[in-house]
């Protein structure tokens, strides 16, 4: 090896230019005693002694005879400052070498010019101590742009270590070879990173990602070929390449978006395991791709807003001609038939959602600017959390969110509203955040909050920071003119600031007031007056002028002092500022047309004052003014003019937001931090017209895709085991995974149950059975579990849905998301979905919509005899409420939807080896015991083989939760189902009932978990008793949260069903319509539940929540919430 | 992305330049140095500056402001956040991340910084994996490395980067395994004179130290999750294990990392465990005025309150303050007007006061704005939340 090394040495003297090794040479002999300092010195004082030696060297090559430099027309003294770098370089202890490389290094730091080493340095090259051969990599990197002819001679060593059996090696030798900026060797690069491609090692593939854009930047004529090789990485399957790929994409071909759909669905699974940097970068490609491939979702919902409205009036015609101006626009679209949501764009969606959930902000930054401009107005709500949890970020971070945050308030000011308290400024936060957070806070202001929102304003109006002060009185001017309500207060509020100790709080006042006035100026002829006499004191020249111009405008409300404010601004015309000059003649020239008697002299002595003015401004308008204002001989047709042309009305000023329409750049790009379009930023394509065929994104099940895989198991019905090898996939994770055949049980054990809406905990606890899974599989399981969850939501929204208006939308909405989650379906047959998917009626037996949209393993029979009825008389409870809400005797039993929460799988039936059980939460007191919960358990057999002796085993339970076992079922024939009704008293907690399901041959470990609405049961009170026990329970016993109705829930019954369906609790008539009374007592202790609800006809609501158990009520309050809000 | 870095100290000089593309010439921040003559203050220097023919992007930390140079649109909190990661990393190899230290390492600091960034584009940023590929330098290490010529470069490439647990290194082993968790909670609190809560809001966040041999994979369970309102993970935890069942599932990293950190929805009230009496008084007349305040101890459940300081800007009509502390220390900054009061631990029984005079300037009327005061503290073995208990925790070792 080490005479390998000598290879690119030797090199150097025939092919380099005999200056550079003569040099070398030269220095040797002279250097060479001298360079045997003990190494242990060397490596621990090597700054000093750097120094030390500086002396030293200048004395001895004077003798040595250097020759000729390297470069000749350098300075002496400059190359022979490094020759002690030189000679240690030269010798062949490793040791030595190092040291040198580290100085040079060091120097290469401080940005000192070291490129005369650089003959010295790349013979090192193909040192094989690693440290040097990485440093010599950084300082050829650094000065191979400059010295190309010498950096060439390192190429060989690159070649040969792309063959290194070392990935490590192959890939630092593609990342120094693809970054030596030397265009001789582009062909090279070239066939290096084609090389790279295809390695073997996803970490060279990565380099060789990375190696794209670097060549592309050296000669962009390789674009088509490096295109070629991007397609080629695209399709690669490792999280490790699939961000850097994106990125070269990003940076060669960014309007290659068709390279892009066959890999669409593949990044979407990808992107959670992909490493954050990779997360951002996909994640703004995938918005850009979006605009492109996909229908907006916001006009369709204007639609859809509209359409319950259309249902009341009954009328298909309508709907023709009733939309609003947005509407107006994409009315020439084909828009009649309901939009839906291309299930690749609710992939999208549903895979970027937990990524808010990231630690790193430029990831929940992406996500978020992901759902302003792709999610239905109804769900970008969730990015707000997530950016306000930046806020207590680093300062900078802060600053670039609080950026985004005001452009998005402005569109959707609903979404931040609840946060308006994180915005509020702390003592300590810099100056631009304040502005900022002030910005987002006026924002925010609307009607209901702008009381508190000013409050803080008056604070913050005290604060030393006096940059912040002014821009508080401008975030008070634009509430004023925003909130009518509210203009007059705040007006006052300005008038009193006018009297402030600070001249530039006072100035800023002025000048706000001025827009202010300019509004309603009759009203307000004291504010002027005061003004006027402000004139005396204040010196801020903008505020003297912004006084000025107002008294001229409206000098008719005050006849009297305006004369009297010219009369003293004349005397002090030549002192003033220009700005105030040029209104002194505004102002004179504005009386003298209203008031030539008093102020004819004046004007004529300020007008001669200003025509001699040095500021040719002021002259110029001197003599205009005079021309149109006092009549000349020739000048007449304009001068006849000059009350209108300076005494027209003026529109009062709009004072509007700098975000204003910020949003048409991208958010979270540096443009629109810039508001200016920065170099290469890729404009966000409007939403197309038609969307583009969406089979594009198909791919042939052998090339990969999870869902195509998951689809075909499902028709082969059991080849989950076979299939494990496939599966593995989506990773490719390096190290082999002995756990992956037990992974992708329970995943689609999880995934196939999620047709029977299985509650998440269920068909975890299977795979905690499982064992744990290896985390390859976390990207599928991810998507699995996600489709449970959506399968919940179906659920629920079956519960509620199936009264009039409210339950045809509901129910278009879930079978429109579950078309959605199911990507594979879509994939396969798309045009019998589009036949599913017009939305159900009204009258649509819930039970069928069930198997419609279940997949096909679910059995049949499962559809237990309990559901229907139960349908029934929910939405007869629900159509009676609206009637009989006094009727009180009435409610009790028709009030508890028996189905609120939906079925929930207990166990899956892949996991029960054929046994399938579910469990609903009947909500009916159970016989044995009053403190227990009654849980129905459905046991369905899809085994060949009956099942025997079906009890529960020794249960586990935490202290204080007991179990009444259902009675042991003997035997359950092949395709028969059973229901079991068993008690559980969960203690008032919604601790987890563990037990075990025992067959004669099997145990299975199961676990109940009660949503906290369970452990209670409804009471029945009258208003006065309710509220009697209200006034017992406040205190710490009260809850309170402020929430907003979406307008899908302004109405009563959809309230109460809301509520009812999250909360086993009765309804309490009340006078007033705007309030909700729920009462109800907790199964165990019985301590008393009471909920009210108040809601305002706009939206806003409060909801209270009494009992003495906190946690139940505070878990209560926030289920509720979100049931409302959702 | 990411052209050129520069580091500034405080006094304005470049002290280490990097470039992972062609050399940008550091008169660019030139264009930077104006901005931040502009701010007054350094926290005011804007995080991006658009420069005619760059973007310079900065992050001020430990007195050093570290300036990225970009030339083409790239989502700015991409490199902000990378700017932050870098000082991390810095302060996870060096102990504190500062003007000397960095000097001292340069050549470390110079390896890490090629590793972390390819072409700009971040390359290996877990410092799990950085660690594996340079060494952090240990005073061991050097004396070793000067000895045996051995370097501090790995020569493999880390396993931890190809597998799918890139943040954490194999081949771990302890004699003693141990993992420890801090549950670190703030509440931060903006309270109006007359002593009532504006905001308040309690933010937690798990470190964890965790020395387990091999692959551990572990599981924390939460006395009550649902009460974590909004979290965030460490990349490590399986987040879709967390939707469901509330349970944090993960394989840690090797030693120190931020697990999660979360905000807990308190639905009204935090109760706030101290109190400020202040008794701030300007008069009109005379040039003095008077300052009192006194904190107290509030619902603390029996804990001592410690660590507290007082900090207060004080207008600038003050000139001067005479004040005697009933404990601690406390000094005035006549330029800054600055007041700060290390107070120390708070003895229930003694309240600690600061008390005194303010000589305002003669002849300026009274300063019309009230001085803020921040009070910081710490309380050990107390969390504001009470819900945050971890409830079991399951080590598996694979």
Redesign the interface.
């Known amino acids: 090896m080490q005479r390998f090394l000598q290879l690119p040495g030797s090199v150097v003297r025939p092919g380099g230019r005999g200056a550079g090794a003569a040099d070398q040479e030269a220095a040797s002999p002279v250097l060479a005693p001298e360079g045997g300092p003990p190494p242990w010195y060397q490596a621990l004082q090597p700054e000093e002694l750097r120094w030390l030696q500086a002396p030293e060297e200048d004395t001895t090559p004077e003798a040595s005879l250097e020759g000729p430099g390297p470069e000749p027309g350098q300075s002496q003294s400059q190359p022979l400052r490094h020759d002690d770098l030189k000679e240690m370089l030269d010798t062949n202890k490793d040791s030595l070498k190092l040291e040198a490389m580290k100085r040079i290094v060091a120097m290469i730091a401080r940005g000192k010019n070291a490129s005369d080493l650089f003959p010295a340095v790349v013979k090192n090259v193909a040192c094989k101590n690693i440290e040097v051969k990485k440093l010599v990599y950084v300082y050829l990197v650094r000065y191979a742009e400059e010295q190309q002819d010498l950096a060439l001679l390192s190429i060989s060593t690159f070649q040969r270590g792309l063959k290194d059996p070392n990935q490590l090696i192959r890939a630092s030798a593609l990342r120094v070879l693809s970054s030596i900026r030397v265009p001789i060797i582009v062909p090279i690069m070239m066939l290096a990173i084609k090389e790279a491609a295809s390695d073997m090692s996803p970490y060279v593939r990565k380099t060789a990602a990375h190696a794209i854009p670097k060549l592309y930047s050296l000669d962009s004529d390789q674009k088509d070929q490096l295109i070629e090789v991007i397609e080629k990485l695209l399709a690669d399957k490792t999280t490790l390449v699939a961000g850097s790929v994106v990125m070269a994409f990003e940076e060669v071909c960014p309007e290659r978006i068709d390279l892009i759909h066959k890999n669409y669905r593949k990044l979407c699974n990808l992107l959670i395991d992909v490493e954050e940097w990779g997360q951002v970068v996909i994640i703004s490609m995938l918005t850009r791709y979006a605009r492109t491939q996909f229908l907006s979702p916001t006009q369709n919902e204007s639609l859809l807003e509209e359409n319950p409205e259309k249902a009341f009036y009954g009328s298909e015609e309508d709907e023709a001609k009733g939309p609003g101006s947005e509407e107006a626009t994409t009315a020439a679209l084909p828009a009649r038939k309901p939009y839906v949501m291309d299930p690749d764009h609710r992939l999208l969606l549903r895979n970027t959602k937990p990524l808010l959930q990231s630690r790193s902000a430029a990831v929940v930054m992406a996500v978020a600017q992901l759902y302003f401009h792709l999610a239905p107005k109804a769900e970008v709500g969730v990015i707000a959390k997530a950016l306000v949890r930046l806020l207590r970020s680093h300062s900078e971070v802060q600053y670039v969110v609080l950026q985004n945050v005001a452009t998005m308030s402005i569109k959707r000011r609903g979404m931040f509203e609840p946060y308006l308290k994180s915005f509020y400024i702390r003592s300590t936060d810099p100056t631009q955040i304040k502005i900022l957070k002030l910005e987002v806070l006026t924002n925010l202001a609307n009607e209901t909050n702008i009381p508190t929102v000013l409050r803080e304003f008056q604070t913050y109006i005290r604060s030393m920071d006096k940059d912040f002060v002014a821009a508080t009185i401008q975030a008070i001017g634009r509430c004023a003119t925003n909130i009518g309500r509210v203009r007059d207060t705040c007006l006052n509020g300005l008038v009193q600031l006018l009297s402030n100790r600070d001249e530039l709080v006072v100035a800023e006042s002025v000048v706000v007031i001025k827009k202010l006035l300019q509004m309603q100026p009759a009203q307000h002829g004291e504010i002027i007056k005061h003004l006027a006499k402000l004139t005396d004191n204040i010196q801020v020249p903008m505020a003297r002028a912004s006084i000025l111009w107002l008294i001229g405008e409206y000098c008719e409300h005050v006849p009297k002092i305006a004369p009297d404010v010219l009369r003293k601004m004349a005397k002090s015309f030549t002192a003033e500022e220009d700005i105030v000059k040029l209104q002194v003649i505004n102002l004179a020239a504005k009386l003298y047309l209203t008031n030539s008697k008093q102020t004819k002299l004046l004007t004529q002595y300020v007008l001669s004052l200003a025509k001699y003015d040095q500021n040719y401004d002021i002259r110029d308008r001197a003599r205009f003014t005079r021309q149109l204002i006092v009549p000349s001989e020739q000048g007449g047709a304009l001068s006849r003019h000059a009350k209108k042309l300076f005494l027209a009305p003026k529109p009062a000023p709009v004072l509007e937001s700098s975000f204003k329409d910020r949003d048409h750049f991208q958010l979270g790009s540096l443009s629109h931090l810039l508001n200016a379009k920065a170099t290469g930023y890729q404009e966000l394509p409007d939403w197309p017209e038609e969307a583009p065929d969406p089979s594009v994104r198909n791919v042939e099940v052998p090339e990969w895709t999870k869902c195509s895989n998951r689809e075909k198991r499902k028709e082969k019905e059991k080849p989950f085991y076979s299939d494990s090898e496939g599966e593995s996939g989506p990773t490719e994770s390096a190290d082999s995974d002995p756990e992956s055949e037990s992974a992708s049980d329970s995943k689609s054990s999880s995934e196939s149950g999620s047709g029977e809406s299985s509650s998440e905990s269920d068909s975890e606890d299977q795979e905690e059975e499982k064992g744990k899974s290896s985390d390859s599989e976390q990207s599928e399981e991810e998507s699995g579990k996600r489709k449970v969850k959506k399968r919940k939501k179906v659920a629920e929204g079956q519960g509620e849905g199936s009264s009039s208006d409210e339950g045809s939308d509901s129910s278009s909405s879930s079978s429109e998301s579950e078309r959605t989650s199911d990507t594979e379906e879509e994939q396969v047959e798309p045009d019998s979905w589009r036949k599913k998917t017009p939305p159900s009626s009204k009258s649509a037996p819930v039970a069928k919509e069930i198997s419609l949209l279940d997949l096909e393993d679910f059995t049949p029979p499962s559809v237990q005899p309990v559901s229907p009825p139960t349908i029934v008389s929910t939405s007869l409870a629900t159509d009676l409420e609206g009637l009989t809400l006094t009727d009180s005797p009435l409610v009790p039993s028709l009030l508890s939807p028996v189905s609120g929460v939906g079925r929930q799988e207990l166990l899956h039936r892949v996991a029960g080896e054929g046994l399938a059980v579910d469990y609903t939460f009947s909500r009916q007191p159970f016989s044995g015991d009053p403190h227990m919960v009654s849980v129905h358990i459905h046991f369905s057999n899809s085994s060949e083989t009956p099942i025997k002796g079906l009890h529960v085993g020794t249960p586990k339970l935490p202290p204080g939760i007991s179990i009444q076992e259902f009675p042991e079922i003997e035997s359950l024939a092949p395709g028969e189902s059973a229901t079991a009704v068993m008690g559980i008293n969960f203690c008032d907690s919604t601790q987890v009932a563990n037990f075990q399901l025992c067959t004669q041959t099997r145990q299975f470990y199961v676990s109940i978990q009660p949503p906290v609405g369970e452990l209670m049961a409804p009471v029945f009170m009258s208003e006065n008793e309710f509220k009697k026990e209200q006034g017992k329970l406040t205190g710490m016993s009260e809850i309170t949260e402020k929430l907003t109705l979406p307008d899908t829930c302004r109405s009563d019954h959809i309230v109460v069903q809301k509520v009812t369906t999250v909360a086993n609790l009765g309804r309490v008539p009340c006078g007033t319509s705007d309030e909700y009374r729920f009462a109800g007592r907790t199964l165990t202790s019985g301590s008393l539940v009471l909920l009210t609800l108040d809601a305002q006809p706009t939206g806003a609501a409060q909801l209270t929540v009494n009992s003495e158990k906190m946690v139940i009520g505070t878990m209560l309050v926030k289920d509720v919430v979100q049931a409302l809000t959702q | 992305?990411i052209h050129s870095l520069f580091l500034i100290n405080s006094s304005g000089d470049?002290?280490?330049?990097?470039?992972w593309?062609?050399?940008v010439s550091?008169s660019v921040c030139d264009y930077f140095f104006e901005a931040q003559e502009r701010a007054t203050?350094a926290?005011?220097v804007?995080?991006?500056i658009?420069t005619p023919h760059h973007?310079l992007l900065?992050?001020?930390?430990h007195k050093i402001f570290f300036v990225a140079v970009?030339?083409?649109?790239?989502?700015?909190?991409?490199v902000?956040?990378?700017l932050?990661r870098v000082v991390d990393t810095f302060q996870d190899y060096f102990g504190v991340c500062s003007e000397p230290v960095i000097k001292d390492n340069?050549?470390v600091?110079?390896?890490v910084l090629?590793e972390m960034l390819?072409?700009g584009?971040?390359?290996a940023?877990e410092s799990n994996i950085l660690k594996e590929l340079i060494k952090p330098p240990t005073i061991l290490r050097?004396v070793v490395?000067?000895?045996t010529?051995s370097?501090?470069?790995?020569?493999?490439?880390p396993t931890g980067?190809?597998?799918?647990?890139?943040w954490r290194r194999t081949g771990v082993k302890y004699t003693n395994n141990e993992a420890y968790f801090d549950v670190i909670e703030e509440i931060?609190a903006?309270i109006?004179k007359s002593g009532s809560t504006?905001?308040a809001?309690i933010?937690g966040v798990i470190d964890a130290c965790v020395k387990l041999t091999g692959m551990p994979?572990l599981t924390l369970s939460f006395m009550?999750p649902?009460?974590l309102?909004?979290?965030?993970?460490?990349?490590c935890v399986?987040?879709?294990?967390w939707?469901?069942?509330r349970i944090l599932?993960f394989?840690p990293p090797d030693g120190n990392f931020?697990l999660l950190?979360y905000?807990v929805?308190a639905?009204?009230l935090v109760a706030i465990p101290v109190y400020v009496k202040h008794n701030i008084s300007f008069r009109d007349s005379s040039s003095l005025g008077r300052f009192e305040i006194t904190v107290g101890p509030k619902q603390t459940m029996g804990k001592t309150i410690e660590g507290v300081i007082v900090t207060s800007?004080m207008?600038?009509g003050v000139l001067n303050m005479s004040l005697t502390p009933s404990q601690g220390t406390h000094t005035f900054d006549p330029v800054t007007k600055m007041l700060s009061w290390d107070v120390g631990k708070i003895n229930p029984q003694k309240l600690p006061s600061l008390k005194g005079t303010m000589s305002l300037q003669a002849g300026a009327?009274k300063p019309?704005?009230?001085p803020?005061i921040?009070l910081h503290f710490k309380i050990q073995q107390l969390a504001i939340s009470e819900y945050t208990t971890i409830n079991k925790a399951i080590f598996?070792t694979t």
Do not use: A, W
């Open positions: 992305m470049i002290f280490l330049e990097k470039h593309k062609s050399v550091r203050e926290e005011n804007p995080p991006v658009p973007y900065s992050v001020y930390r970009i030339q083409t649109e790239v989502p700015p909190l991409f902000i956040e990378f932050h340069v050549v600091v110079y390896e090629e390819d072409n584009f971040p390359l940023t050097t490395n000067t000895i010529g370097t501090n470069v790995g020569d493999q490439l980067q190809l597998s799918v647990v890139p931060d903006i109006d504006i905001t809001e933010q994979d009550n649902r009460l309102d909004d979290v965030s993970f460490h990349p399986r987040f879709k294990r939707e469901s069942e599932s394989i931020r950190s905000h929805s639905q009204n800007q207008p600038k009327s019309d704005e009230n803020t921040n598996k």
